[in-house]
């Protein structure tokens, strides 16, 4: 799903909350079963932000990004070099996340509902998305969401895709816990899905697609 579709259907839904139609998929998780041969996503736990008749769109929560957030304020020319260096230890090591596999340059964070921009998304009650330099530049002030996390790109389906791939027994999907969104701790974080949904590692090449 392009994410300029996303951003269409969250405005709308902006405009009007809570009367939007969601799709069935809207803020749960997927979790990659054992016959997940596509390597983009092998073992993968994903956050679905989006899912309409047009597609689906989300982001991978436990892949890891050698890009550090003070380089990326660097690129952006947000700071200097001298700035770089007096950059807060909790700045300095704010967590940046491979997303998925579209759009890998664009990046894109999803943070809790204390901060609003013009230009934010509402993905839940209490989960926005924000893809502007505002929220850098109050993250990298000092400010921003008490909760938040930055991922590099992002994983899209066509209309039907997903839902095709779950069908096939691809994927497992059930809700989503802001607690594991906003986890740092990527080892495990899989293993941890799963269980949060009561499923077990042994059960999983049985499972049907849903929790």
């Not at 999803?110 to 901060?115: A, F, I, P, T, V």
């Amino acid at each position: 799903m392009a994410f300029s579709k996303l951003m269409e259907r969250a405005g709308q839904g902006r405009q009007d909350r809570g009367l939007r139609e969601r799709g069935f998929l809207d803020g749960q998780f997927l979790i990659a079963m054992p016959g997940m041969f596509d390597q983009n996503f092998s073992r993968t736990v994903i956050y679905v932000c989006a899912h309409s008749p047009a597609g689906a769109m989300g982001f991978i929560l436990n892949r890891r990004q050698t890009i550090t957030f003070p380089d990326i304020l660097l690129h952006l020319n947000l700071i200097d070099q001298n700035d770089a260096i007096m950059l807060p230890e909790k700045t300095r090591d704010f967590p940046i996340q491979s997303g998925g596999p579209v759009e890998t340059g664009r990046g894109f964070v999803l943070h809790s509902d204390d901060y609003h921009s013009q230009s934010s998304i509402p993905v839940s009650e209490d989960i926005c998305l924000t893809a502007t330099l505002d929220i850098l530049r109050a993250i990298s002030d000092g400010g921003g969401p008490k909760k938040a996390t930055m991922l590099l790109g992002y994983a899209g389906w066509g209309p039907g895709q997903l839902e095709s791939e779950i069908a096939a027994n691809g994927w497992l999907h059930g809700p989503a816990s802001e607690e594991l969104i906003f986890d740092h701790k990527l080892d495990g974080k899989y293993e941890r899905a799963m269980h949060l949904m009561g499923i077990s590692p042994a059960m999983l090449s049985s499972e049907a697609g849903h929790a």
